[in-house]
């Protein structure tokens, strides 16, 4: 069973930078055909897909956050990392990491699609406040 589990600071000040990893264990970022993403949700609203990076190391970025974010792994430690520059107060949310194993492939259509992700981390509370 693939088990996720976010860490980052709960607080951050605005226009300072988001650093979040996801700690994976019973699986490998590296297994064939597996994506790995960061996932948020603000209190109130709905789940916001921002990046993905996959077994083979290729990134994905949500459109209106692609200027912002970078997304990156560690395979020695069986981790990803997102960062989110520039942070706002609307950046305040419950961030997830979760995964996808998809043996026909990648695609931004299948990485962006939210249910289709089927191990979730915990989540973690960002608040972005001076």
């Known amino acids: 069973q693939v088990q996720l589990q976010e860490s980052g600071p709960g607080l951050v000040k605005p226009s300072q930078t988001l650093s979040l990893t996801c700690t994976v264990s019973?699986?490998?970022?590296?297994?064939?055909?597996?994506?790995w993403s960061w996932i948020r949700q603000p209190l109130g609203k709905g789940q916001e897909w921002m990046a993905a990076?996959?077994?083979?190391?290729?990134?994905y970025y949500s459109p209106s956050l692609r200027s912002r974010t970078s997304i990156s792994r560690d395979t020695s430690k069986n981790q990803f990392t997102l960062q989110l520059r520039s942070v706002t107060p609307e950046d305040t949310a419950i961030y997830y990491c979760?995964?996808?194993?998809?043996?026909?492939?990648?695609?931004?259509?299948?990485?962006?699609?939210?249910?289709?992700?089927?191990?979730w981390g915990q989540g973690t509370q960002v608040t972005v406040s001076s």
């Open positions: 979760a995964s996808v194993h998809s043996p026909y492939g990648g695609s931004y259509s299948l990485v962006s699609t939210i249910p289709a992700y089927d191990y």
């Open positions: 019973g699986g490998s970022i590296t297994t064939n055909y597996s994506y």
């Open positions: 990076i996959g077994y083979s190391g290729s990134t």
